[in-house]
């Protein structure tokens, strides 16, 4: 994986079922300047009975209110034909394609179609045989933690690393599964404490409403974010109302940017090399408040600091004080050692 923020422009199953919309997203993520553009590979048959409901937030955001949840993900399924239409056109936009593969078929596809990684959603934390099979394509492995608690990251990390995974290529997301996610409930320190507890590069992938949690994320230390995309929040479909849009993402990502320069120094606290030029101008010298003869006797009443800073610090008053004067000397003259004896 790339040293720098990873981020992951989340599709997902926004397009609808539709090629065209696909594409558009693709143009949107690779504009933004996303790394990523993922989607999901599935089918209904596979992932979901006849007889499953539809959470909550899938009923709000769908106008088929009784519309069963295997109905809905089989208008939302992506061809073989249309995921390798998809990555050619994503190395045509300079974008990687990304897909999260939600059942063995579906990884076998995607290893073969050429993904540079695997993605595992949070609702996957706990199928064993399906870690398993990931953890046999030695590839690069981003592990969302919706839903779970440390033992189940732990129960997870352990059966891809007995898999022969090696850590160091596996990222945990820290991740809260509700769609939008209240700010009560983001925790975004448990990042953190997933960091601390098995010594892994983490980062967070974020179903708030707006851009301002994946960028602090990014302030304390994500390595990747992902963050569910839509070209109209307005669409029909399970994941648009808690998706950000086209500006937004655009908005995202250049803050993103942003913050990785700014948290990139040593740590160091001293001067940088765009503010030096800086410093005579806002800092101060010590100068006469009033005009003065030779051979008078310097008091603090008789000095002010004034700018520019080019001059003597005022950190060096006391050198002047009770000091006498060689020559006559105007007011708001800057002092220097030669006008004292």
Do not use: W
């Not at 020559?327 to 220097?336: F, I, R, S, V």
């Amino acid at each position: 994986m790339k040293a720098g923020v990873l981020i992951i422009a989340e599709a997902g199953v926004n397009h609808n079922g539709s090629i065209e919309i696909a594409k558009r997203m693709v143009d949107v993520a690779a504009k933004a300047g996303s790394d990523f553009v993922k989607f999901q590979t599935f089918k209904a048959d596979k992932l979901v009975t006849k007889a499953a409901k539809k959470a909550a937030y899938q009923n709000k955001s769908n106008r088929a209110e009784n519309e069963s949840q295997y109905n809905m993900l089989k208008k939302l399924e992506l061809t073989d034909s249309m995921h390798e239409e998809l990555f050619a056109y994503c190395l045509q936009k300079g974008i990687q394609f990304l897909s999260t593969g939600f059942d063995e078929d579906s990884i076998d596809f995607l290893d073969k179609l050429g993904i540079a990684l695997f993605k595992i959603p949070s609702g996957e934390i706990t199928n064993k045989p399906y870690l398993q099979h990931i953890a046999h394509k030695k590839r690069d492995v981003i592990l969302s933690t919706g839903m779970s608690d440390l033992n189940e990251i732990k129960k997870a990390l352990e059966i891809l690393t007995n898999e022969g995974l090696n850590m160091d290529k596996i990222k945990v997301l820290h991740c809260n599964t509700e769609y939008p996610t209240p700010m009560e409930d983001v925790n975004l320190m448990a990042m953190k404490t997933i960091e601390a507890t098995f010594g892994v590069k983490v980062g967070y992938s974020d179903h708030t409403e707006g851009i301002e949690v994946p960028i602090a994320a990014v302030a304390i230390g994500a390595t990747v974010i992902e963050k569910h995309f839509t070209l109209n929040r307005n669409l029909e479909g399970p994941d648009h109302k808690a998706s950000i849009e086209p500006d937004e993402l655009n908005s995202m990502v250049k803050a993103i940017r942003n913050i990785e320069l700014a948290i990139s120094g040593n740590g160091e606290k001293i001067p940088s090399n765009s503010e030096l030029k800086n410093r005579s101008v806002v800092r101060k010298s010590l100068h006469l408040n009033k005009d003065l003869k030779r051979g008078y006797i310097l008091t603090s009443n008789d000095l002010i600091s004034l700018r520019p800073g080019d001059g003597m610090s005022p950190m060096e008053i006391d050198l002047f004080l009770g000091k006498i004067l060689s020559t006559d000397l105007p007011a708001y003259h800057k002092l220097t050692y030669s006008d004292i004896l």
